[in-house]
Every structure is written in structure tokens, then in C-alpha cells.
């Protein structure tokens, strides 16, 4: 430690568990340097650098370049090397798979794979596998886990082995919680001491809701698999100082609003301030009045914001929430005396310098959703009819028809019901009772996600309007898919103690399991009657769910129109059936005695939200439900798994696979050359996300990697999702592009179609890639605004790698997306200012050379595009290669960031 102090601010500090040293930034302020002017965030960074200061990997250069942030920073890189790393099991799986392939190749050259390991804490927590086939029953939860094992089972043997086989990784074991929820509650300690010396909790994560910590005063974000790997291998994450922008609260939420409508608010306010790839800082008087739970569902949202951080300081309001979960005294006095000491306890007398500041009066919050297919489409609750007869008529041609005036159009012929244009409804048998369906019709209502399963206020607040609407005899429609997936288990455990959890029951939202379900895309499938008249008649339905993504096709490919919104509105909605309803004057349904009832009539009131919390949320919830989370149940305990330093890979396998991207890796790599002569496979527009380029949900037996399992053996009603199969390449690299809404310019078909050149053959995108690689043609993809938002889908850069993608040309990315893309030697590549493809004149039809990468790469090169037509008439253009340091120069030469991890071991 003495080495790199080079400082000389190691510091004790005299904790109830004894003396632990630290590197004081109070000590830095003393030496003359402007700490106290930084965001905490960036001091965060700052003790980081200094911490694990070693002049090869952090050096003299990277500290000075954090300990001189400005609000306008330089564009420099800086390292970071988090404490721990969490995953999620979609992300998880091709994690292990990676490494598990690492240790082969190490093997085959003659060295011993116990030698790779996790070097820092990993905590991987099954929860993205639970798939809502059974709801609205007290047996769904049941069933479901025991159809989740049914799945998943080679997925989870391979978890299993890695669990017994790595050093520092953990399994949290199925029907558990959901990852994000259970490092808030659990996993996160705010101050973490190793070697006797103490510094501040943080991590990455596989899932892009990581920074939902945040709001517990701990810096984390997001990253996708493959620099997670690399950061658990012991590599620092290398990005570009951001900038800080400061968000500051004032006043309290108005009566009757929720943090969810606040969070939505954000995700709208953000957006609009253009906040991707920078930190966001919370600060301000208003901040009193948020507890921990209000300030994660505000965090969680962190990607819908653009932003990579959305932090929030340490003050009293965090240690609050850890003695409420059962967080030991020690610890939290040692947060405290930590925080307190080293410049990082929140005080709002600081003179912070932001990059830009944005200020919100919480005062000012009315109750919102948003959709109907992007999270900061907010739409204010009072305006939610109008805006959903408007979306209607422009985004599906059709007029809105008065609910009294529907009913002679049901069973009308589809084709004459398009003829006149009008609003579709249809009669539709269930079980014994024919319904009306149609255009707005609500067929899924999810109580689901950290974002909110997290916050007890709108949980209960959830089960309170069930019961009130139970009290005056109100149901959901049968038509709704309903269901209740908490983030953990201590959820159940106030919900049944209040006695909630039977009222959310009589409406049919029984727990269908703890996981992220229909956040996701696992909503399960349909009721067959509803899915055949959705199909059958086109109609435009909707889903409702307390989420923090609804992006095209995510929630079911039959939705159309997905809207985000609090639990308790959720509940509302699933009563009323349909979001062509203005709840603040329309009846949401009639009593037995045919008496109105309002949303007003059923509304939890403060008073009973706060009593309730108070008198059944105890710390014994946490101790009880988190001493045996890492045991799992008796399904889990009964799980046969291999053992040994090398994974046993099952050739008959379609779900886990060796991966190709290691196998008789060259000692050296060639160097960087030009892409000749490249053809586009794919021209698209803005805001394509990860899930457009590598969906996780279900898919079709036409498909591509439905063809392929087929071609195995493998039952229709055996595909599970592609977020389940993403240990096996073969599915995923036919799963990639194959988004059923992704909207590809040279295709005349939506979906995941593509055109081969100059053939005009039509086909899947990976059948036309594969066309393309028997010709030794590489290819490119171009696209428009924000490239690659959403989920840090690892496999979105994968995919795109194993179908030939040399080049990505964009206006602009989504920060984890462009990362993965280096991480995977894809080079990103972005037009100049005010340019686009359509402003070029390009078609997608010509060939593409783009030079200057032989001659040599720096940070930000500008290269040089010629785009050759058919009758070899040459347009050339300029674009900015996106390898934002010299680090990832390195691994865009390596082929990718593993491959330079390996690389480097194998030489030492």
C-alpha cells in the first residue's frame, strides 16, 4: 500500500470493528487541490484511481486527469476498477460459457485452467428465466419454477459447476429475487473493507439497471458481458471522463402521485436534455423527501435516461433504509464515520461545480404513464384517452369508435372492418362467456420489475386498491393476462401479513414467480382465445405493467401498444380492461347495485400507505428471507452438476456451447486493415435497440433459430427464448437481427429480413450474412440516432460479430452498445455532424470501402467512406472512428477485448 500512496493520504480510522486504513481526500483538499468542488461521484472515482494506483494500468496521468475534473471535461479516458461485479443469468450464462472457453484454451496450451478466475467478487442471480406460462391461480409460482427447471436445466448445471469450480462467484439459485432488488436489499454495503482497508462499495453489472444503487449511495453501472468479464479478470474499465450533470429536487410529491410517476416525469425530462454517456448527480432540499426506495425506482431508470449513473449521496436517509434491512450496526456506523471523514456524506450547503444543471420541484408531479413503445414517451394520466385515440388514428389508420358504439362491430369481416377504417372489437369466447375485444383492449396487466417491487409504498399501494375495489365488488376482465412477480421475497412477506396479498388474489394477481417476467419479454403466452382474435382480426392491444422498458415486441410480439406505469394504476387498468378510459371522470367499472365507481372511490390515501408500511415491514423480513438465499430450494439442492476445472460441454447440447471466439487464438494478432469492398446487410433507422438487434424473448419455428432447433429435435414447445439460449452462438447468431418489428430500408418485409446483393435474393438476415460469408464479402450496417439503447445485451455485439459485421456506421450510440461492439473488434463508426445516409444519398444497394485504419488508428480518427453504385459512380464521405481511446485501439486490434485478456495471460 505504501508504494502507491503517492499521495501520502493513507489515513486511519478508528471503526467499531477496529482500526482501517483509507485514502483520505480530506487530506488531498488540505494539499491545495479542489476536492471539495467535485461531484461525489467523481471523488468516488478519485479514491478509486488512487486506491489501485499501480503506473501501468492507473497512472499518474489518470489521477490527475479525475483530480482535475471540470464541467466541461477533457476528452481523456480514465480507468476504473469496481470492488464487485453482479450478474443476471441471460447476461450470466454466456459470461461463464466465456470464461469456462477461456479456461479450455488455456488448457490446450499446456497451462493449468484453475489459474483462471474471478479476481474480484462476482454475484450472479438467477432471475430473467421465469416465464409466465400459468398466472391467476394459487399454483402458478409452483408451477412455473418447476417448468423453469424443466428449461433450463443444462443453463443452470453449468451455473451450478461454476459455482464449485470458480474462486469469488456466487449463485443466488432460482425463485429467489430479481438481481437489482436483491443488491439493494442485500448484497450492497455502502463501504466495503478488504485487506484492512476501507473504501467505497461499487460494482458493475450485465443488466443496464444496475445503477438502481445508486439510490443506496453506491456508484455502479451497467456494462455488457464482455467488460464485466474482463473487470473480473482483473482488467480496469476504461471510459471517457463524463460530465456531471446536477439534478436538482425541490419540494415533496403532491397527494394522490407515486415515485413512478416521478420517475417517468425524469425519463421524459432527461431525454430531452440529452444526458446519454454522462453521470447525473441528485442533490437539492427535495431529497429529504425521498426515502431509499423512491430514490432506486429513480435510479433504476438510469439507461431510459440516456445517463450511466443516477446518484444519489450517502446521507441519513440511507442509513434509515439499511437498519430497515437488517444492514448490521458496524456497518452502518462504519458508512457513516467513512463518509463523514472522506468528503463523500451528502451535504447540501457543498459548492459542487456540475456540468449543467436541471432542477425539478417535485411539487409539480401529476400521476403519468408512458408509452406506448419508448419509456420517456410520458403521457400524463388526465391526457391518456386522447393520447391513445391520437396514436390510434396516425399510428394504425384507424378511427376511434365511443365504447357504446362498438358493439355492432363485433364479429365484423376483418377485411370490411379495414375498408371502413374504424376502431376493431370482436366477440371472443371465454370459457363459457363470450367478451368484447378489440383495439385497446388491456390482454396483459404485470405487476413486475425492481424498478417499483422494490418501493413498499406502491406495493401496498397496489394491494389497498385491490382491496377497495374488492369492497365494492369490482373484478379485472377475463381477458386480462394478470400477474404479481416481486423483486424478492420479503415483498410476499408484508404483502401477507398486512393481508394483501389475498385481496391482489381475489383479483387474479397471484405471484407467478421472482423474477423479471414480463419486464423482460417472459409475459408467457396468451389465453389461446384472445392470441387467435389478436391474429386473426389485427387487432392493436395493449399491455400495462409497472416495468422500465417498453420497447417494440419486448413485453409479447401480439402487443402493439405497451404503457409503463405504477402498480396501483396497473391494478386500475386490469379492472377497467381497456386504456381508452379516462379514469379521472369515467367510471372505472359498477358495483353489484350498477353504482359508478371511480378511481377516486378506490384510491389509497396517504395515511393508510404510510400506517400500513409502518405496522408490517420489519428488518426480520430481510434477516429471514436473505440468511438462506444462496441455498435455493430442494429442486435446486437436488441439481445434479458436473465437476472439475474444465467444464464437460455436451455435444447434443442447445442450450450451452463452447464458444468460438477463443479456439487456437493466434499468438499475435494481424494487424488492423481496411474493410474493402463491404456490402450493407442491414440499413436502419434511429433508436434501434439492443432488443431489435438480438431480442430476448420468444420466437417462431419460421425463424431462423426456430428452423435450426427444429433441425435438432428440439419441440416447438421446447424453444424457450433467445434470452435462454444465449450459451449456445448457433442460436444466437440467428437470433441476432431477428427483432419481428425491426424495420430494415433494402427488405420489403418487416422482421428480420435482409437482401443479398446483387442477387435480390430476400431472406433472413442471417441466411443472407451467411450468403454474403461463403463470398468472403464483409459487411456493414448503418443506422440512425442512438444506436444500441436498452439492455447491455452482450450478445447484440456477438451476434453481429459471428454474421460478418465488420463496421457499424451510425449518427450516434448508446454508450454500452458502442463499448460492446469494441469489445467484440466490430469498429463503430459514426457520420459527421448534420450527415446521415439519407442526407448523403446513399441507397444501401452500393459497395463500401472505408480506409485509414491500415495507415494506423488514434482516439477519434476521422476515416474515409467511398460508396460505389452499380454503375460504379463513387460518393465519398467522412465518419469518426468511435474507438474512444488508445485502450480500445488495443482491443480493436485484438479482435476484441477477451481475446486481448487472454493474450495477455497466455504471454506472462
Not at 474462486?167 to 430479481?178: D, M
Not at 479478470?233 to 471517457?240: D, E, T
Amino acid at each position: 500500500m505504501s508504494n502507491n500512496d503517492i499521495f501520502g493520504i493513507v489515513r486511519e480510522l478508528h471503526a467499531s470493528s477496529g482500526k482501517v486504513k483509507y485514502y483520505s481526500l480530506k487530506a488531498l483538499e488540505e494539499q491545495g487541490y479542489k476536492v471539495s468542488h467535485l461531484p461525489y461521484s467523481i471523488r468516488i472515482l478519485l479514491e478509486n484511481a488512487l486506491r489501485n494506483y499501480d503506473d501501468f494500468g492507473i497512472t499518474r496521468e489518470n489521477i490527475s486527469t479525475i483530480l482535475n475534473w471540470a464541467p466541461v471535461p477533457p476528452n481523456q479516458e480514465i480507468p476504473f476498477k469496481p470492488c464487485r461485479v453482479l450478474m443476471q443469468d441471460f447476461t450470466g450464462v454466456p459470461a461463464v460459457v466465456d470464461i469456462a472457453s477461456i479456461r479450455d484454451e488455456v488448457a490446450r496450451r499446456g497451462k493449468d485452467p484453475d489459474s483462471i478466475n474471478p479476481l474480484i467478487p462476482v454475484d450472479l442471480i438467477i432471475d430473467h428465466s421465469v416465464i409466465v406460462d400459468y398466472f391467476g391461480t394459487n399454483y402458478a409460482f409452483r408451477k412455473n419454477v418447476e417448468v423453469e427447471y424443466q428449461r433450463n436445466r443444462e443453463r443452470y448445471q453449468l451455473l451450478k459447476w461454476a459455482q464449485k469450480s470458480f474462486k469469488n462467484f456466487s449463485v443466488v439459485p432460482p425463485g429467489s429475487g430479481i438481481c437489482h432488488q436483491v443488491n439493494l436489499e442485500y448484497l450492497a454495503t455502502g463501504v466495503t473493507v478488504r485487506d484492512g482497508i476501507a473504501f467505497p462499495d461499487t460494482l458493475v453489472g450485465t443488466d443496464s439497471h444496475t445503477p438502481m444503487v445508486n439510490g443506496n449511495g453506491v456508484v455502479a453501472w451497467g456494462v455488457g458481458g464482455i467488460e464485466a468479464e474482463a473487470a473480473l479478470l482483473g482488467q480496469p474499465i476504461y471510459f471517457i471522463t463524463p460530465e456531471v450533470v446536477g439534478l436538482k429536487l425541490t419540494g415533496a410529491l403532491p397527494v394522490g402521485t407515486t415515485a413512478t410517476d416521478l420517475v417517468l416525469t425524469i425519463t421524459e425530462l432527461l431525454r430531452r436534455h440529452k444526458v446519454v454517456g454522462k453521470f447525473v448527480e441528485v442533490f437539492g432540499p427535495g431529497l429529504s423527501n425521498l426515502t431509499v426506495p423512491d430514490r432506486a425506482t429513480i435510479s433504476n431508470m438510469s439507461p431510459e435516461f440516456g445517463c450511466t449513473i443516477t446518484y444519489f449521496p450517502i446521507d441519513d436517509r440511507t442509513l434509515e433504509y439499511m437498519r430497515l434491512t437488517n444492514r448490521s450496526e458496524e456497518t452502518i456506523k462504519l458508512v457513516e464515520d467513512y463518509c463523514k471523514s472522506n468528503m463523500l456524506w451528502r451535504d447540501d450547503q457543498a459548492t459542487i461545480q456540475y456540468s449543467q444543471l436541471i432542477e425539478l420541484d417535485l411539487s409539480t408531479i401529476e400521476p403519468t404513464v408512458s408509452g406506448p413503445k419508448r419509456p420517456q414517451d410520458k403521457i400524463l394520466l388526465k391526457e391518456f384517452k386522447e393520447k391513445f385515440i391520437h396514436l390510434l388514428e396516425t399510428g394504425y389508420g384507424r378511427t376511434y369508435l365511443p365504447s357504446d358504439e362498438r358493439e355492432e362491430y363485433a364479429g365484423t369481416d376483418v377485411a370490411v372492418a379495414e375498408e371502413v377504417k374504424t376502431m376493431k372489437t370482436v366477440a371472443v369466447k371465454i370459457g363459457t362467456e363470450t367478451e368484447l375485444i378489440g383495439d385497446g383492449s388491456v390482454v396483459i396487466a404485470a405487476i413486475t420489475s425492481c424498478t417499483n417491487t422494490s418501493n413498499p409504498s406502491v406495493m401496498i399501494g397496489a394491494g389497498i386498491l385491490a382491496r377497495k375495489a374488492r369492497e365494492r365488488g369490482l373484478n379485472v376482465k377475463p381477458w386480462v393476462k394478470t400477474s404479481l412477480a416481486p423483486g424478492s421475497k420479503v415483498v410476499t412477506d408484508y404483502l401477507e401479513r398486512s393481508g394483501l396479498l389475498k385481496d391482489l388474489e381475489a383479483l387474479r394477481f397471484h405471484v407467478v414467480g421472482y423474477g423479471c417476467t414480463s419486464c423482460i419479454g417472459n409475459s408467457g403466452p396468451l389465453p389461446a382465445p384472445v392470441a387467435k382474435a389478436i391474429d386473426e382480426n389485427n387487432l392493436v392491444v395493449a399491455s400495462v405493467l409497472s416495468g422500465n422498458r417498453n420497447f417494440e415486441a419486448r413485453v409479447h410480439p401480439q402487443v402493439k401498444m405497451n404503457f409503463l406505469m405504477s402498480p396501483i394504476l396497473v391494478v386500475a387498468y386490469a379492472i377497467a380492461g381497456r386504456v381508452d378510459i379516462d379514469l379521472n371522470n369515467e367510471p372505472i367499472g359498477y358495483d353489484p347495485n350498477l353504482e359508478p365507481v371511480y378511481l377516486k372511490d378506490i384510491w389509497p390515501s396517504e395515511d393508510e400507505i404510510r400506517t400500513t408500511m409502518t405496522s408490517v415491514i420489519t428488518p426480520e423480513d430481510f434477516r429471514r428471507s436473505y440468511s438462506t438465499i444462496f441455498e435455493g430450494d430442494e429442486q435446486w439442492k437436488a441439481l445434479d452438476a458436473p465437476e472439475g476445472k474444465t467444464f464437460r460441454w455436451d455435444p447434443s447440447s442447445t442450450y450451452i456451447k463452447e464458444a468460438p471466439f477463443f479456439k487456437d487464438l493466434k499468438e499475435n494478432p494481424d494487424r488492423p486493415a481496411d474493410i474493402v469492398n463491404s456490402k450493407v446487410l442491414l440499413w436502419l433507422g434511429d433508436s434501434v435497440t439492443t432488443d431489435h438487434i438480438s431480442p430476448a424473448g420468444s420466437f417462431k419455428e419460421d425463424s431462423a433459430a426456430g428452423k435450426y432447433l427444429l433441425s435438432k429435435g428440439v419441440e416447438k414447445k421446447d424453444f424457450n427464448s433467445y434470452g435462454s439460449r444465449r450459451g449456445n452462438d448457433e442460436v444466437m447468431v440467428r437470433g441476432t437481427f431477428a427483432n419481428v418489428r425491426i424495420k430494415n430500408r433494402i427488405a420489403t418485409r418487416e422482421g428480420g429480413y435482409s437482401v443479398h446483393l446483387p442477387t435480390g435474393i430476400e431472406d433472413t438476415v442471417f441466411d443472407t450474412a451467411m450468403r454474403y460469408k461463403a463470398e468472403n464479402t464483409p459487411l456493414i450496417v448503418l443506422a440512425g440516432k442512438e444506436y444500441g439503447s436498452g439492455s447491455s445485451r452482450d450478445w447484440a455485439a456477438k451476434g453481429t460479430y459471428l454474421l460478418g459485421i465488420k463496421a457499424v456506421i451510425a449518427e450516434s450510440y448508446e454508450r454500452i452498445h458502442r463499448s460492446n461492439l469494441v469489445g467484440m473488434g466490430v469498429m463503430p463508426l459514426q457520420f459527421l455532424d448534420g450527415q446521415n445516409a439519407d442526407s448523403l444519398g446513399l441507397t444501401g444497394r452500393e459497395t463500401f470501402t472505408i480506409t485509414g485504419i491500415s495507415e494506423g488508428l488514434e482516439p477519434g480518427k476521422i476515416l474515409k467512406v467511398i460508396a460505389k453504385d452499380d454503375s460504379s459512380k463513387e460518393k465519398t464521405f467522412e465518419v469518426i472512428c468511435r474507438l474512444d481511446s488508445k485502450i480500445e485501439i488495443e482491443y480493436y486490434t485484438h479482435g476484441g477485448i477477451l481475446q486481448y485478456v487472454l493474450r495477455q495471460f497466455l504471454a506472462s
